[in-house]
């Protein structure tokens, strides 16, 4: 993967960063965009460095869409035409869905589906004219199998199986393959702020009986980006200890 540019959205922090690191590491050099944590989005690009190939890092809220081209033109100008997208970043907003707000349903799907369509809206038109490139979306085990208090994360998680599937059909021709990655339960910040019930009523689930790393996430990505998974487009691959067989 030496010499190819990813663009990593959410790369700063979690599952995103993990895989900024691993795509770094198999040669890509690597724009990450984040939300607004400079401090955490700065050392991820240190770390891309200490790798020995270039780093980015954009402020970029996904869901919009002026934002999200801006972003896509900056990397390319200053890095290159990306030839790897992963769509990482993503937020929680848990209620029951009696609690849940309107304004807390969209927030969700604004950020984990529609910002996913924006980068892919930004990034394919450079795919198209070059007739290759990897997408890989973040999904979650929440969007196959709903969670109690996710609504609106399940269903922006379920939305982007869909996207997936739909960018995968109308891509193919031209040498662009799109999947999704859905992680279980993975130790990063967003879990680490979960209730310790949540947390051990959601392990007691995972018949592998322990939580996931970003490292697990990552690997799956680093394939789904690289050469060895050029015949494999629309597939959803699972990496959660066996949470949903
Ligand atoms: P974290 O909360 O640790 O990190 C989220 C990342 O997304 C941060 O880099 C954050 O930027 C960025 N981000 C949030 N909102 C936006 C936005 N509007 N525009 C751009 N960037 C944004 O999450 P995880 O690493 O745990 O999760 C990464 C992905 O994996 C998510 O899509 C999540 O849904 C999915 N996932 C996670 C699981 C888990 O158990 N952790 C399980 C299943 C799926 P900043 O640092 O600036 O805030």
Redesign the pocket.
Known sequence: MKGKIALV??????????IALKLAEAGCDVA???????D??KETVGLIEEKGVRALSL??????GA?ANEAAKAVSEQLGAPDILV??????RDALAMRMTTEDFRAVL???LT?AFNMIHACLPIFIRRRSGRIVN?????GMMGNPGQAN?SA??AGLIGLTKTIAREVASRGITVNAV??????????R?MSEAALKNGLSAVPMGR??Q?ED?ANAVRFLAGDEAAYITGCVLKV?GGMYI
């Open positions: 959205t959410g790369g700063s922090r979690g599952i995103g960063r993990a990450i965009l984040y939300a607004g944590r400079e955490a989005a402020r970029c809220d996904v869901s919009d934002q769509n990482n970043a993503g937020i929680v604004d950020t984990n910002g973040i999904s979650s085990v929440s994360y922006s998680k859905a992680p279980g339960f993975i130790e990063t910040d967003m879990t702020g939580i996931g970003p996430i959660d």
